[in-house]
């Protein structure tokens, strides 16, 4: 096999995540984190809690919980975030990235390191670098 083969070459979490996440206290409202979100250009955001990230929103969450449950807009993020965070390190390999979103049904996963929000993989990013190399 060729060297440059993604399959035999490993690719680490670091080197595709985004760097660009949104993160907001748990107590701020559902339609600032939509602006945040629509200003920044992005589709979810990391909810923290005493400076800890403990939930993610995404813009499903929005679709799913505040129109199906018609929760008002100014309900806290606390309330419709997905909790608790699935995530991973920077310094795992992609294939455990894909295989914990494939199996825990998740599209977004918060990179944390040192208890610290680093970055977010998305299967988006996975399908791209997949499909450049």
């Not at 440059?4 to 748990?26: A, E, G």
């Not at 969450?61 to 390190?89: C, E, G, N, Q």
Request: overall charge negative; hydrophobic content about 40%; glycine content about 4%.
């Amino acid at each position: 096999m060729n060297s440059s083969d993604p399959i035999q070459q490993k690719t680490w979490v670091k080197q595709i995540m985004s760097t660009s996440v949104l993160s907001v206290d748990s107590s701020v409202t559902a339609t600032n984190a939509a602006k945040m979100m629509e200003d920044a250009g992005v589709g979810s955001v990391v909810v923290l809690e005493n400076n800890l990230p403990v939930g993610i929103i995404t813009d499903r969450d929005f679709a799913i919980k505040i129109t199906a449950h018609s929760y008002p807009i100014d309900t806290p993020v606390r309330r419709i975030m997905s909790s608790p965070l699935i995530s991973i390190d920077p310094n795992s390999d992609l294939w455990i990235a894909s295989d914990l979103m494939s199996t825990r049904n998740v599209r977004k996963l918060p990179v944390i390191e040192d208890d610290k929000v680093v970055g977010i993989l998305t299967s988006s990013d996975l399908v791209k670098h997949i499909a450049d190399h």
